[in-house]
């Protein structure tokens, strides 16, 4: 298992195929990343493992080709607290299948929910998580499949997933690094939207992982609309409050490298839009 792979520098791209892509395959997608001057792609298992082994490996030659980064999203039914022990063996069985197939795509990352506090305590709840995720970590291990399982900051409440969570899984497990997504921590908390707060948070990012993480970090961002229980929906930048100039400042500031993945309705535009924003500062 790898923790950490320096990258050269902060690329952008999009959660899933560009939708000017056409035809909307995944190698399509990578092809149009490349041409629209972007960096990065998070394939999106979300609904589903959707690829076969023979297409994995087209798609890594494309990528490798097209010099378009990727990451890749597990889908969203995985719930490591689950009641039920049956479902519980099922996310760690997606989560292994998801990362063997991100492997062959040539992905560093895979990316994924850990699950819901169903009225747990948090503390007991992190326990639970951190046996099944290990366990995971294991198999990988054993198959020698090397990238870094990243559970992603959450948008809501309800989630497993706030800031310290994911740090703390960060440092107590091995192949496991932070997706940082930023507008769900904003919608989750209704802060964390100035640059000193972003700061707070690249900062505890680097003290408690080491300045390596900041090498090869994994970033969402996005517009979003939030309520009083998190995160509702994802929006536009321009149609939304996520102050993601001082982001970029901060990301800038603290030397931040890695992938900047949007998951903005209008994805491909936004990622050019931030791709842009940063460039200029």
């Not at 999009?14 to 056409?22: D, Q």
Request: hydrophobic share 40%; aromatic share 8%.
């Amino acid at each position: 298992m790898l923790y950490y792979k320096q990258m050269a520098e902060l690329l952008f791209g999009t959660a899933g195929i560009p939708h000017s892509a056409w035809p909307l395959t995944t190698i399509d997608g990578i092809k149009r990343i490349a041409e629209l001057g972007l960096g990065c792609m998070e394939i999106e298992f979300v609904q589903g493992i959707y690829l076969n082994e023979e297409e994995a490996h087209q798609v890594a030659e494309t990528a490798v080709n097209s010099g378009v980064k990727l990451s890749a999203h597990a889908p969203y039914f995985l719930n490591f607290n689950s009641h039920e022990p049956r479902k519980i063996r099922a996310s760690q069985g997606i989560l292994h299948k998801a990362a063997r197939m991100a492997s062959i795509c040539g992905a560093q990352s895979v990316i994924f929910h850990a699950g819901f506090y169903l009225g747990d305590p948090p503390e007991k709840v992190y326990q639970t998580v951190k046996r099944y995720l290990a366990e995971v970590i294991d198999r990988l291990k054993e198959e020698d499949i090397q990238l870094s399982l990243r559970p992603e900051v959450s948008g809501k409440g309800s989630q497993f997933g706030s800031i310290e969570e994911i740090l703390k899984l960060c440092t107590e497990l091995e192949g496991i690094a932070p997706a940082i997504d930023f507008a769900h921590w904003h919608a989750r908390t209704g802060g964390f939207n100035s640059y000193k707060e972003f700061a707070y948070v690249l900062e505890q990012t680097k003290q408690r992982l080491g300045s390596a993480a900041l090498d090869n970090m994994h970033i969402h961002i996005s517009g979003i609309a939030y309520g009083q229980k998190g995160e509702i929906r994802h929006l536009d930048l321009v149609n939304s409050d996520l102050n993601y100039v001082d982001l970029l400042r901060a990301l800038k500031d603290y030397r931040v490298k890695g992938l900047v993945i949007c998951e903005s309705p209008s994805q491909e535009d936004d990622a050019r839009l931030l791709r842009d924003s940063y460039h200029s500062l």
